[in-house]
């Protein structure tokens, strides 16, 4: 069974600093890792895909993730926090072969002080 | 733009009714994904259809179903509904729902019971 543990359900940045939401998976095998940004009254969004590619994957809005295989990881990150990156993260893992789902995790609020 | 119409945007509706949410997906998407989303439980798979095919079953309660008929869109039935079944559900497509392919939101249905 496949699935993903985002730690900490509220972070709080301040403007300009570094961010980094944290997301790690559990898989069988080799997995496929997403994560998704969802702004409030909206449906959630694609940032970034890791799909066993490069192991440092950039996406949207100046976001990357690094895939580690070692410690199960694909924290996101972004050096420089600005005030529309407030937002919910939602980290997602599926798999190769068959019909099959994406389990997400129960996402990460993200706050931004000016 | 993700290219998933849902609709109603919005329904309120009293306790005991019954109501359908409309799905389509993007334009060649054969796999269709139903979430609800609430304060309490965040995202919730409820199912999956591929190809008019259920593929997958996650916390969908009894008194909900779904289908997906020959033209691809898809519909969620909810009915004998209760105030705790007021949420956002959300309907996502797939690419050719194997995995590796990221799933695409739509803008959600807010489901108010009364």
């Known amino acids: 069974a496949q699935s993903v543990t985002q730690l900490g359900s509220h972070v709080s940045v301040s403007e300009g600093a570094l961010v980094l939401l944290r997301c790690n998976y559990s898989?069988?095998?080799?997995?496929?890792l997403f994560w998704y940004v969802q702004y409030p009254n909206q449906g959630l969004q694609l940032l970034l895909k890791?799909?066993?590619?490069?192991?440092l994957v950039k996406g949207i809005n100046g976001f990357e993730a690094e895939f580690k295989k070692s410690e199960t990881s694909f924290h996101l990150t972004k050096p420089s926090a600005h005030m529309s990156d407030a937002a919910e993260y939602f980290c997602?893992?599926?798999?190769?072969?068959?019909?099959?789902?994406?389990?997400f995790g129960t996402g990460t609020k993200l706050q931004v002080i000016p | 733009d993700s290219g998933v119409t849902q609709t109603p945007k919005h329904l309120i509706t009293a306790t005991g009714q019954r109501v359908t949410l409309r799905c389509s997906p993007r334009?060649?998407?054969?796999?269709v994904y139903w979430y609800q989303q609430s304060l309490d439980q965040g995202l919730q798979f409820l199912i999956q259809?591929?190809?008019?095919?259920?593929?997958a079953k996650g916390n969908i309660l009894e008194r909900f179903s779904a289908q997906q008929f020959p033209d691809l869109h898809s519909e969620l039935n909810l009915s004998s509904l209760e105030l705790g079944d007021s949420a956002l559900y959300f309907c996502?497509?797939?690419?050719?729902?194997?995995?590796?392919?990221?799933?695409?939101f739509g803008q959600g249905t807010r489901l108010t019971v009364v």
């Open positions: 996502a497509s797939g690419g050719t729902g194997y995995s590796g392919t990221e799933a695409f």
């Open positions: 898989s069988s095998v080799p997995p496929y």
């Open positions: 890791y799909t066993s590619a490069a192991t």
């Open positions: 997602a893992v599926t798999y190769s072969g068959g019909y099959q789902k994406v389990t």
């Open positions: 334009s060649g998407d054969l796999s």
């Open positions: 259809y591929y190809n008019g095919e259920e593929r």
